[in-house]
């Protein structure tokens, strides 16, 4: 076995509450009795609609149309009569439209023996307009069209496809779930991927708490001889961010290595299964699997739940709260954001649903920095974040831009360890939006 992989600056190991759900299989969420389906779930421009009040859908039909190359697809999560399309209010406070479906007659898919459609003559490029057809974007959390990071294998083949495994946030198991339940799907939705992409070598990259899901990929590649390469890493945040992640294999001096210069392209375990379900059943990206966690949840759980399914529903498949949570976050607790209305529904963007208690979230007063310096530490990318909020506070955007301010990944790493419990990472990404930085979804 090859020594486990990791990055040298900054980061964080935080506990990690993964053992709450990472032993609990995938169960299925209930069916909606209405989904409202946004608009704009993914980086690029929204969708537009292409059904009206009245219309009657079918489960998986298209009900909104990608806006050009940078945006998606959308599929009605349900089959049933539309109710609305209108405007409606994001979690992160953003507007788009949304289509609101009323579930009601036969589910197309659901239940039902599908055909499986054979892929391996088919050519790269009709394998990506299938993936765009079927609304296929990043799982992860940034919600990149996938067609659209592929077809950058068209014009110039990848070198490396790496397959993120690492799923560093705390609380998620969704995607361990996935590892350990459907391994052989992983698998083949690699083998599409880097046929897609053109890639010469397969990377899988997998956190070393995730142990067991190494022991059964590591199985099942070499059951199939496939030239695919696992590497480990260490259970460290934001281990599995892009950037970091082919920095620490461009570092790497074994088998391993990608050479600095050569073309990568990374996609997470969860993406890499809706690719494969895509390709092979010709299933639009109606459902995901998040985790459902946190201490203020009665039962935390792993499930594969409806686009479109209110979060406040989603809870009450778990049991409910066993108190009233003092923050609700969507995502994880570095990169997700905090929502307050549980009308709020899933989408593909949506990695897990946190729940916490008062007790766990209460914060402190804000302007007692004490100059330990441990924000500065923690900052993977080099930055001084306890020098940037001053400047944001006072105003004095430009000089923080000048101080690096547009090369935070807004990772939350600085805000964790501050023991005066400043709430720096709200600062900066306040700081980024007055200046108008591109965001990471903006990033490939
Ligand atoms: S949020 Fe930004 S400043 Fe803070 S640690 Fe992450 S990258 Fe550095
Ligand atoms: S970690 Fe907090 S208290 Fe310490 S220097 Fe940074 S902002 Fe100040």
């Not at 639009?284 to 039962?299: C, H, K, N, Y």
């Not at 935390?300 to 209110?310: F, L």
């Not at 939350?412 to 720096?424: D, E, F, Q, S, W």
Request: proline share 7%; net charge neutral.
């Amino acid at each position: 076995m090859s020594r486990t992989l990791t990055f040298a600056r900054g980061g964080v190991e935080p506990l990690d509450f993964k053992s709450l759900t990472s032993h609990l299989p995938i169960a299925n969420a209930h069916i909606p009795a209405v989904a409202v389906v946004p608009l704009l779930q993914h980086s690029g421009a929204p969708a537009v609609a292409v059904v009206s009040p009245g219309d009657r859908v079918r489960e998986g039909m298209l009900i909104a149309r990608a806006d050009g190359f940078r945006s998606a697809n959308i599929h009605s999560p349900v089959p049933g009569l539309v109710r609305d399309v209108g405007d409606m209010t994001l979690p992160d406070g953003g507007r788009c439209r949304a289509v609101t479906v009323e579930c009601a007659g036969e589910f197309d898919r659901s239940g039902k023996i599908l055909n499986r459609q054979p892929w391996d003559g088919v050519d790269a490029a009709t394998l990506n307009a299938l993936v765009a057809e079927m609304g296929v974007v990043g799982l992860g959390g940034a919600g990149f069209p996938v067609h659209v990071k592929y077809a950058f294998g068209t014009d110039r083949p990848a070198d490396s496809l790496i397959v993120n495994g690492i799923e560093c946030e705390p609380y998620l198991t969704g995607e361990h779930r996935l590892m350990l339940e459907k391994p052989d799907e992983i698998i083949e939705g690699s083998c599409i991927a880097r046929k897609i992409t053109g890639a010469r070598g397969v990377v899988f990259a997998v956190a070393e708490n995730k142990i067991d899901a190494v022991a059964v990929l590591r199985e099942k590649i070499a059951e199939k001889s496939l030239p695919f390469d696992l590497v480990t890493v260490k259970a460290k945040f934001p281990q599995g961010e892009e950037d970091l992640l082919r920095h620490v294999l461009r570092e790497d001096r074994t088998a391993h290595h990608i050479p600095p210069g050569t073309k990568t392209i990374i996609s997470n375990v969860g993406t890499i299964f809706a690719v494969y379900e895509a390709v092979v059943w010709k299933k639009p990206l109606i459902e995901r699997v998040i985790t459902i966690s946190g201490s203020a949840v009665v039962r935390p759980s792993n499930v594969k739940a409806r686009i479109g399914t209110k979060i406040g529903e989603l809870f009450e498949d778990c049991g409910g709260f066993r108190e009233p949570p003092g923050r609700i976050v969507m995502g994880g607790p570095f990169l997700g954001a905090a929502v307050t209305d549980l009308d709020a529904p899933l989408t593909k963007l949506t990695t897990g649903l946190i729940a916490l208690t008062r007790r766990e979230t209460a914060s402190c007063a804000d302007d007692a920095c004490i100059r330990c310096g441990r924000c500065v530490r923690s900052c993977p990318w080099g930055l001084s974040p306890t020098i940037l909020v001053k400047l944001i506070k006072h105003g004095r955007t430009e000089e923080a831009v000048a101080g690096g301010l547009n090369d935070c990944e807004e990772c939350g790493c600085c805000a964790y360890v501050c023991p005066a419990g400043i709430p720096l990472l709200a600062y900066l990404r306040k700081g980024r939006s007055w200046g108008r930085m591109p965001t990471r979804d903006g990033a490939i």
